[in-house]
């Protein structure tokens, strides 16, 4: 476990009491917004506290005194540090940037709610963060208001969500939606357990990593209410973990609340096999499930934290056989453009014939694998009625992707607009009209 500053110990902060330190009220009201509050807590250079003003007209900076404390104040390489601090290389905007780069505002069939997959959507309910992450892949919105979204909005939402009875998952994000009061956020939750065909809520919070004073008797108990309760929370380095978080976490863990972790692979900071190992091996050891580990995003200023794909499968190569099996998490890249989370990894099949199929382990060791001699396609019983009920509830049609070829309702699938198609449908017309 990394040594931890005393909060005391920093001038800033010297005369903060325990409770106020501990009240999440208090850590989002005296957020670090500014160069001067900055060079009180770690050692700026003048270059660096110019290189903050710039930065700003960008992303805003608001770093939570808790977070503040795990920096380090005198390497500029920490990683509570690259995560929270502006740099010069948030101003680079390269060609390949993007505004909105997973086309979030595309796919938004109400102005706040995203919905990308059949049975599952997006649903922003803040623009508010605790802390402002330096790698924020929603720099075009986040921070803008640093405030709920009006109850319009929010009702809006909830009104798709009920008269789409396909979406059987919800997931509240924005921002970070346990900046809301623990009422606000309860009558957002409970509005949407009335729909009967929503099955799960999930939070998608950093509050656990950035200020876990917010996981309180008082959001537990509301959250333990309207079960079943997920939350994704986004640890990206072992140094995040600490005894306040890990009280955070076991908090929730011990109400029945579902934890998962979602990394976002970032250069300089966490690229790095034994980093990794070390943060997955450590959440798990506190009841949270390694769930992604994500490819950074096209996101605009964001360029330097990126890495190479093939960084991210030499680190999941290094994870699988080597650590836990739920311990590694999948490594995705959100492709951009809409094509959404796809998942990226080691190849472990060598080769196959008509039956045989030559398989590597972790270690490098080939085996084989038969298939089964005359394998016919199962076909389904007569008595299994479960893809008529799943249709009653919306759910499973129409079917999509590659699930239509394999079922045999295509036989191929091809893009809309092929330009064979177009030049024959021009040839016909020409024709027709000769």
């Given at each position: 476990?990394?040594?931890?500053?005393?909060?005391?110990?920093i001038?800033?902060?010297?005369d903060?009491?325990?409770?106020?330190?501990?009240?999440?009220?208090?850590?989002?009201?005296?957020?670090?917004?500014?160069?001067?509050?900055?060079?009180?807590?770690?050692?700026?250079?003048?270059?660096?506290?110019?290189?903050?003003?710039r930065?700003?007209?960008?992303?805003r900076?608001?770093?939570?005194?808790?977070?503040?404390?795990?920096?380090?104040p005198?390497?500029?390489?920490?990683?509570?540090?690259?995560?929270?601090?502006?740099?010069?290389?948030e101003?680079?905007?390269?060609?390949?940037?993007?505004?909105?780069?997973?086309?979030?505002?595309v796919d938004?069939?109400?102005p706040?709610?995203?919905?990308?997959?059949?049975?599952?959507?997006?649903?922003?309910?803040?623009?508010?963060?605790?802390?402002?992450?330096?790698?924020?892949?929603?720099?075009?919105m986040?921070?803008?208001?640093?405030?709920?979204?009006?109850?319009?909005?929010?009702?809006?939402?909830?009104?798709?969500?009920?008269e789409t009875?396909?979406?059987?998952?919800?997931?509240?994000?924005?921002?970070?939606?346990l900046?809301l009061?623990?009422?606000?956020l309860?009558?957002?939750?409970?509005?949407?357990?009335?729909?009967?065909?929503?099955?799960?809520?999930?939070?998608?919070?950093?509050?656990?990593?950035?200020?876990?004073?917010?996981?309180?008797?008082?959001l537990?108990?509301?959250?333990?209410?309207?079960?079943?309760?997920?939350?994704?929370?986004?640890f990206?380095?072992?140094?995040?973990?600490t005894?306040?978080?890990r009280?955070?976490?076991?908090?929730?863990?011990?109400?029945?609340?579902?934890?998962?972790?979602?990394?976002?692979?970032?250069?300089?900071?966490n690229?790095?096999?034994?980093?990794?190992k070390?943060?997955?091996?450590?959440?798990?050891?506190?009841?949270v499930?390694?769930?992604?580990?994500?490819?950074?995003?096209?996101?605009q200023?964001?360029g330097?934290?990126?890495?190479?794909?093939?960084?991210?499968?030499?680190?999941?190569?290094?994870l699988?056989?080597?650590?836990?099996g739920?311990?590694?998490?999948?490594?995705?890249?959100?492709?951009?453009?809409?094509?959404?989370?796809?998942?990226?990894?080691?190849?472990?099949?060598?080769?196959?014939?008509?039956?045989?199929?030559?398989?590597?382990?972790?270690?490098?060791?080939?085996?084989?694998?038969?298939?089964?001699?005359?394998?016919e396609?199962?076909?389904?019983?007569?008595?299994?009625k479960?893809?008529?009920?799943?249709?009653?509830?919306?759910?499973?049609?129409?079917?999509?992707?590659?699930?239509?070829?394999?079922?045999?309702?295509?036989g191929?699938?091809?893009?809309?607009?092929?330009?064979?198609?177009?030049?024959?449908e021009?040839?016909?017309?020409?024709?027709?009209h000769a």
């Amino acid at each position: 476990m990394p040594e931890i500053r005393s909060y005391r110990s920093i001038p800033l902060w010297r005369d903060v009491t325990e409770e106020q330190w501990n009240d999440w009220r208090w850590q989002i009201a005296h957020r670090i917004t500014t160069v001067e509050q900055l060079d009180q807590v770690i050692h700026l250079s003048d270059e660096e506290k110019e290189v903050v003003d710039r930065s700003l007209s960008l992303l805003r900076m608001a770093i939570t005194p808790y977070y503040a404390s795990l920096m380090d104040p005198d390497d500029r390489a920490c990683p509570i540090r690259m995560r929270a601090v502006p740099t010069v290389y948030e101003t680079d905007i390269r060609p390949e940037d993007e505004a909105d780069p997973l086309a979030e505002d595309v796919d938004s069939p109400v102005p706040g709610l995203t919905h990308r997959y059949p049975d599952r959507v997006l649903f922003l309910v803040t623009d508010q963060c605790s802390m402002y992450c330096r790698h924020c892949t929603r720099r075009r919105m986040a921070g803008e208001t640093d405030r709920a979204l009006p109850q319009s909005r929010v009702d809006d939402m909830i009104d798709y969500i009920r008269e789409t009875r396909g979406v059987r998952d919800v997931l509240l994000s924005g921002g970070d939606p346990l900046t809301l009061s623990t009422d606000r956020l309860e009558y957002i939750v409970a509005r949407l357990h009335e729909i009967p065909h929503v099955e799960i809520v999930r939070y998608g919070s950093a509050v656990p990593v950035v200020m876990p004073q917010r996981i309180t008797d008082e959001l537990v108990s509301m959250m333990k209410k309207y079960q079943p309760a997920w939350l994704n929370t986004h640890f990206n380095h072992p140094k995040e973990i600490t005894p306040a978080s890990r009280r955070a976490l076991a908090k929730l863990a011990d109400n029945g609340i579902v934890l998962g972790n979602q990394s976002v692979l970032l250069r300089g900071l966490n690229d790095c096999p034994i980093i990794m190992k070390e943060l997955v091996q450590r959440l798990v050891h506190n009841r949270v499930r390694p769930y992604y580990i994500y490819q950074c995003d096209l996101s605009q200023g964001i360029g330097h934290f990126r890495t190479s794909i093939g960084k991210g499968i030499e680190i999941i190569e290094h994870l699988w056989g080597h650590t836990t099996g739920f311990a590694v998490p999948r490594f995705v890249n959100d492709v951009p453009g809409g094509v959404g989370k796809t998942p990226i990894g080691p190849n472990y099949v060598v080769s196959r014939n008509d039956r045989m199929v030559i398989l590597r382990n972790y270690e490098g060791t080939i085996g084989r694998y038969i298939e089964p001699e005359g394998l016919e396609p199962s076909e389904c019983p007569e008595e299994c009625k479960l893809c008529d009920e799943r249709r009653e509830r919306g759910l499973d049609e129409p079917q999509i992707g590659l699930s239509q070829i394999f079922s045999g309702a295509v036989g191929a699938l091809e893009p809309a607009d092929l330009d064979r198609h177009s030049r024959n449908e021009a040839a016909r017309r020409r024709r027709k009209h000769a």
